[in-house]
């Protein structure tokens, strides 16, 4: 007997109904990426594992998924290595290729090699599907996709605000009220971590407090003593687990706390920036909040930070986020290049969408109008006229056998077509049709042109 098919972990098939509910989130973000100037681009799934490896960080870095080399892969390793049986050795000989982690590597990497055929400010968005070696859980998928909009070749902070105003539109349009747009800035960590004296640990420092959503105060302190920063030095950060007040309240603390570092003061003048401009500019129905403990664990972020969190009422991770990154093409070899850009959660906000029940009824429609088929001759007749349905916009399909009439009818109510056609002998004789309402289960004979007028309403 064959075995039962399954899916690996992390992975999901999508049905008719769930591909059309994520089409409309989609439509949704793309409508709104493109009335605020970005252009569409797309990169290939995989890459080199040089272009990947690296930039995430070494937890990044192990969520990569690596693609074995085409043929023989053993072939090139050396046997030290086998017998060593070192995998991150190992790997660098049988692995030259990488699914995608992100987007924004990938599209760093396509401005360095296309930085002659773009205009910057270069403003483009993506949307398409990544891949993360995480554990599965509600709301985490190995494969899922990404919906990005970045801006390279511009330092002005006004991106930021136009992002925040993006994030706003998009899910005060989608119906998702109440969503929270958390942000911090990276020198004000750098500049934490230069006051406590930690400043040559300071991705350790944000890797561990980028976690405590997921582990506590209790569980980031202590992986910060596994990473060697010393107890006196969480002592003095210990202001940041507790802050508390308005947004203009929490950057007056940061003031006081970061007065000796530079670096830090220059975070919180950024943020001051911000948070005034969009204050003048209102937002529909997002709320601004500063999140001293946001780090996002990512090693690109240079400036602003941004993460995204549902209603209150929705227990789930982030459905957005992203930040400033001043050196990611420096790494591809052009300087001086700086980028910022965010990310739509896609698999998270369908789930929010879900929860809140907030997907409109007519992104569930279905074929339009349905007919029965009563044999060859009238399939004829029937076919004459869905094919001037569809060429003026109204769909419409004809079960494909002379099947008996409770089977077909059986069929449309599963389907849930809004209007069934019967159109047999009499009715090819007069040209005409017996329009049911499947909705009201009212039933007429109507012409063509009436047709069209009722199945448009």
Same mark, same amino acid.
């Given at each position: 007997m064959a075995q039962k098919p399954s899916l690996p972990k992390g992975t999901r098939d999508f049905s008719s109904t769930e591909v059309a509910?994520?089409?409309?989130?989609? @439509?949704?973000?793309?409508?709104?990426?493109? @009335?605020?100037?970005? @252009?569409?681009? $797309?990169?290939?799934?995989?890459?080199? =594992? =040089?272009?990947?490896?690296?930039?995430?960080?070494?937890?990044?870095?192990? +969520?990569?998924?690596?693609i074995l080399n085409s043929g023989d892969y053993l072939k090139k390793t050396t046997e030290a290595f086998l017998t060593e049986k070192d995998s991150q050795k190992l790997t660098t000989q049988i692995s030259e290729k990488a699914l995608r982690y992100d987007l924004t590597v990938p599209f760093a990497r396509y401005v360095v090699q296309h930085q002659n055929d773009i205009e910057f400010p270069f403003k483009r968005f993506q949307i398409q599907p990544v891949w993360r070696a995480d554990r599965p859980q509600k709301g985490r998928y190995r494969e899922f996709f990404q919906c990005d909009a970045d801006v390279v070749g511009s330092n002005s902070l006004w991106q930021e605000i136009e992002f925040i105003q993006l994030y706003d539109v998009v899910f005060t349009e989608l119906g998702v009220n109440g969503v929270t747009i958390k942000m911090n800035n990276r020198k004000i960590l750098s500049g934490i971590a230069e006051v406590i004296g930690a400043k040559d640990k300071l991705i350790d420092f944000t890797v561990a407090l980028d976690k405590l959503d997921k582990i506590g105060e209790d569980g980031v302190k202590q992986e910060m003593i596994t990473k060697g920063i010393s107890e006196k030095a969480i002592e003095k950060i210990q202001p940041l687990f507790s802050f508390s007040g308005s947004f203009t309240e929490k950057l007056q603390?940061?003031?006081?706390?970061?007065?000796? =570092?530079?670096?830090?003061?220059?975070?919180? $003048?950024? +943020? =001051?920036?911000?948070?005034?401009?969009? $204050?003048?500019?209102?937002l529909q129905t997002a709320t601004l909040d500063l999140d001293v403990t946001l780090a996002r664990g990512l090693n690109y972020y240079t400036g602003a930070i941004f993460e995204v969190s549902a209603p209150k009422e929705i227990k789930l991770g982030s459905i957005g986020g992203g930040g400033r990154y001043d050196d990611l093409t420096g790494i591809f070899g052009l300087k001086n290049i700086s980028g910022v850009g965010i990310s739509f959660g896609l698999d998270r906000i369908y789930l929010v969408l879900e929860e809140l029940n907030l997907f409109p009824t007519e992104v569930l429609e279905t074929t339009k109008v349905f007919f029965i088929n009563f044999g060859n001759e009238e399939a004829l007749y029937c076919y004459q006229t869905i094919k001037r349905l569809r060429n003026i916009g109204i769909s419409a399909e004809l079960y494909p056998d002379s099947a008996k009439m409770k089977k077909q009818m059986n069929y449309a109510n599963k389907r849930s077509f809004p209007f069934v056609i019967l159109a047999g002998t009499n009715e090819a004789k007069n040209n005409t049709y017996t329009l049911k309402n499947m909705h009201t289960g009212d039933q007429e004979s109507v012409d063509f042109e009436t047709l069209v007028s009722k199945v448009s309403l």
């Open positions: 509910k994520r089409t409309y989130i989609v @439509n949704t973000i793309r409508k709104h990426f493109k @009335n605020f100037g970005f @252009n569409p681009i $797309e990169t290939p799934s995989f890459e080199n =594992s =040089s272009t990947l490896m690296g930039k995430y960080g070494e937890e990044g870095d192990r +969520l990569i998924f690596k603390q940061l003031k006081n706390l970061l007065s000796s =570092s530079q670096e830090g003061l220059k975070g919180v $003048e950024e +943020l =001051s920036f911000i948070l005034h401009n969009i $204050e003048q500019l209102g």
